[in-house]
Nanobody, 123 residues
Framework: QVQLVESGGGLVQPGGSLRLSCAAS????????MGWYRQAPGKQRELVAT???????NYADSVKGRFTISRDNAKNTGYLQMNSLKPEDTAVYLC?????????????????WGQGTQVTVSS
C-alpha cells in the first residue's frame, strides 16, 4: 500500500550535523501529518518532531533550536535537519506518516511507519 523509507543516518561526532530523509511511495492520495520519532536502546519510542500538510511544526523540548523538520509535498518526502548533535541523540530514528490512501473503493486514512535509520553521536 504505502512504504516509508528513511535515509541519511550514520555516525557523527558531537556537535555535528545530519539530514534525514523519509520518502513515501505507493497508493498515496495525500499525506496529512509527517513525523519523526526515535527509540534508544532500553527506552520508549519518543516524539522528535511533526509537521502538518500546511507546514505547522511541533518539536520535543529536547531538540528545539537544534532540529528542523520540513517536507516537500510534491515529492511526498519529509526531512529532519539535525544540528549540534549530542550523544543523547543516539537512537534509531523512525518516520511516521498519516496518509489518505487510494484504493479501488473509497479512500482510507491509515498510519504508516518506516523501518528506521540509525543515528549514532560519538567521538
Amino acid at each position: 500500500q504505502v512504504q516509508l523509507v528513511e535515509s541519511g543516518g550514520g555516525l557523527v561526532q558531537p556537535g555535528g550535523s545530519l539530514r534525514l530523509s523519509c520518502a513515501a511511495s505507493g497508493s498515496i492520495f495525500s499525506i496529512y501529518t509527517m513525523g519523526w520519532y526515535r527509540q534508544a536502546p532500553g527506552k520508549q519510542r519518543e516524539l522528535v518532531a511533526t509537521i502538518t500538510s500546511s507546514g505547522t511544526t511541533n518539536y520535543a523540548d529536547s531538540v528545539k533550536g537544534r532540529f528542523t523538520i520540513s517536507r516537500d509535498n510534491a515529492k511526498n518526502t519529509g526531512y529532519l535537519q539535525m544540528n549540534s548533535l549530542k550523544p543523547e541523540d543516539t537512537a534509531v530514528y523512525l518516520c511516521n506518516a498519516d496518509v489518505l490512501v487510494k484504493t479501488q473503493g473509497p479512500m482510507t486514512r491509515d498510519n504508516f511507519w518506516g523501518q528506521g535509520t540509525q543515528v549514532t553521536v560519538s567521538s
